[in-house]
């Protein structure tokens, strides 16, 4: 081929690329699971109101810089499955729920037994691998855990909403206890996550953290549940520069607590900031460290080392119950190490809890 026909072919492919549309140039709308092929090719993609048939995953996989609008409520069919009902994928996506729902059919399910028990339950009910943004989202009725997130770069997850109130009533399959169970809000195993201005109530953790770093969870309101957790922690886990601050805790099992297992080896938890938590009407601990679980203040591990635990900076205030303990901490043998602030730590109402296994608490008595 001549130098003037190679020429004249490029030029008529360089053509033929500039000329092809892009997906950052299209909507997709999706009103039906068939619709998500085809609208996750765009970069704006448009949520209409729909029921996810039982047993299927509403899975977007989306192109990076998405941008996703909820404009209806999405309703889950039931089927006793392992979910999760709803993923998303993708990086520097931002995701406009507009206060619209994610509605798991939660009592269709309860039966007090949560994941220990009963019928098999989807869980978690949505499963978030996003970075970006993730905004004014609300869940209605998870049949157990409702959020997983394990975001691949910065994450930040505000104004969302979760209800399970309903679950605090007993049903006819519950045997007297709260039908809603293992209602976890957040579990969270990642890095550089912030969780803000959102509103939990549910009966379990309103966040567990299982390892990570760089995670933030402020001004939140959790009702209902056992409080903010670190843990449980399993072996050859790290936790790193946790901050936990101006959140609202009320008739919880207890406002904080740290959580690791007693047959855990070789994991570090560390840099826990605790600043200007509010909690009322907390039913067992005001906070609750314990190396025992999955008992409460038993026989501590010490496979899991424990520092720079403190409450600094604004004052967290804590009212317990008459019948519960202030503060309890549970530690192995010389697994709880170095000096801890609690300066910032105000517990009133029921009686002292136990200090097991260590004296670097500082500015702090009961």
């Given at each position: 081929?001549?130098?003037?026909?190679?020429?004249?072919?490029?030029?008529?492919?360089?053509?033929?690329?500039?000329s092809?549309?892009?997906a950052?140039?299209?909507?997709?709308?999706?009103?039906?699971?068939?619709?998500?092929?085809?609208?996750?090719?765009?970069?704006t993609?448009?949520?209409?109101?729909?029921?996810?048939?039982?047993g299927?995953?509403?899975?977007?996989?989306?192109?990076?810089?998405?941008?996703?609008?909820?404009?209806?409520?999405v309703?889950?069919?039931?089927?006793?499955?392992?979910?999760?009902?709803?993923?998303?994928s993708?990086?520097?996506?931002?995701?406009?729920?507009?206060?619209?729902?994610?509605?798991?059919?939660?009592?269709?399910?309860?039966d007090?037994?949560?994941?220990?028990?009963?019928?098999?339950?989807?869980?978690?009910?949505?499963?978030?691998?996003?970075?970006?943004?993730?905004?004014?989202?609300k869940?209605?009725?998870?049949?157990?855990?409702?959020?997983?997130?394990?975001?691949?770069?910065?994450l930040?997850?505000?104004?969302?909403?979760i209800?399970?109130?309903?679950?605090?009533?007993?049903?006819?399959?519950?045997?007297g206890?709260?039908?809603?169970?293992?209602?976890?809000?957040?579990?969270?195993s990642?890095?550089?996550?912030?969780?803000?201005?959102?509103?939990?109530?549910?009966?379990?953790?309103?966040?567990?953290?299982?390892?990570?770093s760089?995670?933030?969870?402020?001004?939140?309101?959790?009702?209902?549940?056992?409080g903010?957790?670190?843990?449980s922690?399993?072996?050859?886990?790290?936790?790193?520069?946790?901050?936990?601050?101006?959140?609202?805790?009320?008739?919880?099992?207890?406002?904080?607590?740290?959580?690791?297992?007693?047959?855990?080896?070789?994991?570090?938890?560390?840099?826990?900031?605790?600043?200007?938590?509010?909690g009322?009407?907390?039913?067992?601990?005001?906070?609750?460290?314990?190396q025992?679980?999955?008992?409460?203040?038993?026989?501590?591990?010490?496979?899991?080392?424990?520092?720079?635990?403190?409450?600094?900076?604004?004052?967290?205030?804590?009212s317990?119950?008459?019948?519960a303990?202030?503060?309890?901490?549970?530690?192995?043998?010389?697994?709880?190490?170095?000096?801890w602030?609690?300066?910032?730590?105000?517990?009133?109402?029921?009686?002292?809890?136990?200090?097991?296994?260590?004296?670097?608490?500082?500015?702090?008595?009961?």
């Amino acid at each position: 081929m001549s130098t003037f026909l190679r020429l004249a072919s490029l030029l008529v492919f360089a053509r033929a690329v500039v000329s092809a549309p892009s997906a950052s140039d299209c909507t997709g709308t999706i009103s039906s699971l068939d619709d998500v092929d085809d609208a996750v090719k765009c970069t704006t993609v448009n949520i209409n109101s729909f029921t996810v048939p039982a047993g299927e995953t509403f899975n977007l996989e989306l192109a990076s810089g998405s941008t996703v609008n909820m404009l209806g409520d999405v309703t889950f069919g039931v089927k006793n499955w392992e979910g999760p009902l709803f993923q998303i994928s993708g990086k520097s996506i931002t995701f406009n729920g507009n206060g619209h729902t994610f509605d798991g059919n939660g009592p269709s399910y309860w039966d007090g037994q949560g994941g220990n028990g009963g019928v098999t339950k989807p869980a978690p009910m949505m499963k978030i691998k996003i970075s970006g943004t993730y905004t004014n989202v609300k869940v209605l009725n998870s049949p157990a855990r409702v959020y997983s997130v394990s975001n691949p770069a910065a994450l930040v997850m505000s104004k969302l909403t979760i209800d399970d109130s309903a679950g605090d009533a007993p049903n006819s399959k519950s045997d007297g206890k709260a039908a809603g169970h293992n209602t976890d809000g957040f579990d969270c195993s990642t890095t550089d996550l912030t969780i803000e201005d959102s509103t939990i109530h549910n009966q379990d953790d309103c966040l567990a953290i299982n390892k990570g770093s760089n995670i933030v969870f402020q001004r939140n309101t959790c009702t209902g549940g056992h409080g903010i957790s670190v843990g449980s922690i399993d072996s050859d886990v790290t936790v790193s520069g946790i901050v936990i601050q101006d959140n609202i805790v009320q008739n919880n099992d207890q406002a904080l607590r740290i959580k690791t297992k007693a047959s855990s080896k070789d994991s570090t938890v560390t840099n826990i900031t605790y600043s200007g938590n509010t909690g009322t009407g907390l039913r067992q601990f005001g906070v609750l460290i314990d190396q025992s679980y999955p008992d409460t203040l038993g026989k501590p591990g010490s496979g899991v080392q424990l520092s720079g635990v403190n409450f600094v900076g604004s004052t967290n205030t804590l009212s317990v119950n008459s019948d519960a303990m202030r503060v309890a901490v549970n530690c192995g043998s010389g697994s709880c190490t170095g000096s801890w602030d609690w300066s910032a730590l105000k517990v009133t109402g029921g009686s002292a809890g136990p200090i097991t296994n260590f004296n670097g608490i500082k500015n702090f008595s009961q």
